[in-house]
């Protein structure tokens, strides 16, 4: 089974400011990853999939990057709808596994 | 827009047979696959399986054979009956669906199911 690492667990940002989350592989899976957001008491939402390719509707302040075992997932100037936890997701081997998520918080 | 909602008691004994439906709006049933995803209270997700539109399956290994996704296209709805379950199991527990295997589109809202005697 892929272990998927996220770092950090918690992350303070001020609304307005840039925010990059992190996450990481226990082996490679190319560009299978995805991210997702998750508000309280709500189910995910797909943000971004193939490690870059934002899905639809998502705003372009959300950009995903990295391949083989590092990926990073970029929001720049926040907005005060950011603040959630957030998941990556491996999809190249199966079980298809998830971080643990980082919770972005405000400052 | 596609649009799921979960149904199935919100509290299972210990050693008994959890089951959950997901019904499915706005889309056929056929045209995606279909999936069980988990979270226990203040956890991160765990993909339980997935089934697409001819029946063909995949369940995570570390149920250990106890989980059973089915399809009844005739209700445009999917199931899932985990068995043996225990405290471990308690979890918010959500149906979903994608255009592939791969990634989540589509989320129902969730349902908490407790096991507690």
């Known amino acids: 089974e892929i272990v998927m690492t996220q770092s950090p667990a918690t992350l303070s940002v001020s609304p307005g400011e840039g925010a990059t989350l992190s996450c990481r592989a226990s082996q490679s899976v190319g560009s299978k990853l995805a991210w997702y957001q998750q508000k309280p008491g709500q189910a995910p939402r797909l943000l971004i999939y193939?490690?870059?390719t934002r899905a639809t509707g998502i705003p372009a302040r959300f950009s995903g990057s990295g391949s083989g075992t590092e990926f990073t997932l970029t929001i720049s100037s926040l907005q005060s709808e950011d603040f959630a936890v957030y998941y990556c997701q491996q999809y190249k081997n199966w079980p298809i596994t998830f971080g643990q998520g980082t919770r972005l918080e405000i400052k | 827009q596609v649009q799921l909602q979960e149904s199935g008691p919100g509290l299972v004994k210990p050693s008994e047979t959890l089951s959950l439906t997901c019904t499915v709006s706005?889309?056929?049933?056929?045209?995606?696959?279909w999936s069980w995803i988990r979270q226990p209270p203040g956890k991160g997700l765990e993909w339980i399986g997935y089934?697409?539109?001819?029946?063909?399956?995949n369940y995570n290994p570390s149920l250990k054979s106890r989980a059973t996704i089915s399809l009844d296209t005739s209700k445009n709805q999917f199931s899932l009956k985990l068995s043996s379950v225990t405290a471990a199991d308690t979890a918010v527990y959500y149906c979903?669906?994608?255009?592939?295997?791969?990634?989540?589109?589509?989320w129902g809202q969730g349902t908490l199911v407790t096991v507690s005697s």
């Open positions: 979903a669906g994608g255009y592939t295997t791969t990634v989540i589109d589509y």
């Open positions: 706005g889309g056929s049933i056929s045209s995606y696959y």
């Open positions: 193939g490690a870059s």
């Open positions: 089934i697409n539109y001819s029946g063909s399956t």
